[in-house]
T-cell receptor
Framework: AQSVTQLDSQVPVFEEAPVELRCNYS??????LFWYVQYPNQGLQLLLK??????LVKGINGFEAEFNKSQTSFHLRKPSVHISDTAEYFC????????????FGKGTKLTVNP | DGGITQSPKYLFRKEGQNVTLSCEQN?????MYWYRQDPGQGLRLIYY???????QKGDIAEGYSVSREKKESFPLTVTSAQKNPTAFYLC????????????FGPGTRLTVL
């Protein structure tokens, strides 16, 4: 089985500052990793995903994430945030082989202040 | 436009009543999912279906039931056996393989009065 830990429940930052949202996972098998974003009272939207290959993954809206197998991490970064990036961000993992289920972390609420 | 629709957006229920949440997709996806979202809890899987006429329990299936009679539809019934049904419910679909993106509907907020 897989599990995901998002280390920060809330992250406040100022506009144009860099941000990192941390995600660690646990799995006994190889994994696929995802970051989703949820704007208030809406469904989730995929930001980026890691399946294989390059460990640096680029997504939409200027976000990127790096897969680190030795540290079992998949942290999300953006060099300069905007007010419109205020949302909740979810890290998710699925295992290679086995169940089709996607396991989500509890989310990180990013608040960008002017 | 292709996508997932959920209805209603808001739903109020009296204790002891069953209610059914609708989820429809026109993406021609094989797999569909129901999640429950509570503040600070992330998303928890209730049921999922990989093909018509087949579905599996997720992590919190007790008090819920589903059907998958058509590829595009995956309704969720919240029964009176669900002890704490007030939550935000999200439906999703994907083309199937676990590597594929899940596409989410806008959600239904259920409140038990």
């Amino acid at each position: 089985a897989q599990s995901v830990t998002q280390l920060d429940s809330q992250v406040p930052v100022f506009e144009e500052a860099p941000v990192e949202l941390r995600c660690n996972y646990s799995s006994s098998v190889s994994v696929y990793l995802f970051w989703y974003v949820q704007y208030p009272n809406q469904g989730l939207q995929l930001l980026l995903k890691y399946l294989s290959g390059s460990t640096l993954v680029k997504g939409i809206n200027g976000f990127e994430a790096e897969f680190n197998k030795s540290q079992t991490s998949f942290h999300l970064r953006k060099p300069s945030v905007h007010i419109s990036d205020t949302a909740e961000y979810f890290c998710a993992v699925s295992g290679v082989g086995g169940s089709e289920k996607l396991v989500f972390g509890k989310g990180t609420k990013l608040t960008v202040n002017p | 436009d292709g996508g997932i629709t959920q209805s209603p957006k808001y739903l109020f229920r009296k204790e002891g009543q069953n209610v059914t949440l609708s989820c429809e997709q026109n993406l021609n996806h094989d797999a569909m999912y129901w999640y429950r979202q509570d503040p600070g809890q992330g998303l928890r899987l209730i049921y999922y279906s990989q093909i018509v006429n087949d579905f599996q329990k997720g992590d919190i299936a007790e008090g819920y039931s589903v059907s998958r009679e058509k590829k595009e539809s995956f309704p969720l019934t919240v029964t009176s056996a669900q002890k704490n049904p007030t939550a935000f419910y999200l439906c999703a679909s994907s083309s199937g393989p676990r590597t594929d993106t899940q596409y989410f509907g806008p959600g239904t907020r259920l409140t038990v009065l």
